[in-house]
T-cell receptor, first 115, second 112 residues
Framework: EAGVAQSPRYKIIEKRQSVAFWCNPISGHATLYWYQQILGQGPKLLIQFQNNGVVDDSQLPKDRFSAERLKGVDSTLKIQPAKLEDSAVYLC?????????????FGQGTRLTVV | KQEVTQIPAALSVPEGENLVLNCSFTDSAIYNLQWFRQDPGKGLTSLLLIQSSQREQTSGRLNASLDKSSGRSTLYIAASQPGDSATYLCAVRRNYGQNFVFGPGTRLSVLP
């Protein structure tokens, strides 16, 4: 079974530029998450999708971050414009639709450096 | 608001030791708890998932226990090896379908 795929693996941009990350979840997984992990901290949820609907985006800085999940499969996360404090690893995860096992599987992440 | 803490923040042990990593959460009304491993520069690898009705889960040299009423989980690693060196994260989910809240992790170094 293929895992969660993310691209790119690394990205360096200047502040005020824009950047986009892509995620392809495990086939059949209805739930998709984007997490931000700052160095030395645990991941923090940015947005959660159920199929192509948003379940929770309460911690997403909506003035600069946006995300979409077209057709309930792939997802993109965009930052525009980027700030220095956005430097972090952006992790995508997915989990299956059925009870009781809702184990989450993570991708390798995209390491963003804003200079 | 759920908060998750992990103690210790870092741990260094000689190879072969048995060790325990601790995870505490403030709201005992959880649906499940998951332990992850993260290698430097990599994503998270799922180790064990414990449902709220379970007391423990085992996988090879790993054993995770859950005491929901006291808001605690422990990850026990038997006969540690240098390859176990990584950051270990615990995460809790309040309800089915909701997101995970993560702890800050314990950075483990196993010395040969």
């Amino acid at each position: 079974e293929a895992g969660v795929a993310q691209s790119p693996r690394y990205k360096i941009i200047e502040k005020r530029q824009s950047v986009a990350f892509w995620c392809n979840p495990i086939s059949g997984h209805a739930t998709l998450y984007w997490y931000q992990q700052i160095l030395g901290q645990g991941p923090k949820l940015l947005i959660q999708f159920q199929n192509n609907g948003v379940v929770d985006d309460s911690q997403l800085p909506k003035d600069r971050f946006s995300a979409e999940r077209l057709k309930g499969v792939d997802s993109t996360l965009k930052i525009q414009p980027a700030k220095l404090e956005d430097s972090a690893v952006y992790l995508c995860a997915s989990s299956g639709p059925g009870r009781p096992n809702t184990e989450a599987f993570f991708g390798q992440g995209t390491r963003l450096t804003v200079v | 608001k759920q908060e998750v803490t992990q103690i210790p923040a870092a741990l260094s042990v000689p190879e072969g030791e048995n060790l325990v990593l601790n995870c505490s959460f403030t709201d005992s009304a959880i649906y499940n708890l998951q332990w992850f491993r993260q290698d430097p520069g990599k994503g998270l690898t799922s180790l064990l998932l414990i449902q709220s009705s379970q007391r423990e889960q085992t996988s090879g040299r790993l054993n995770a226990s859950l005491d929901k009423s006291s808001g605690r989980s422990t990850l026990y690693i038997a006969a540690s090896q240098p390859g176990d060196s990584a950051t270990y994260l615990c995460a809790v989910r309040r309800n089915y379908g909701q997101n995970f809240v993560f702890g800050p992790g314990t950075r483990l170094s196993v010395l040969p």
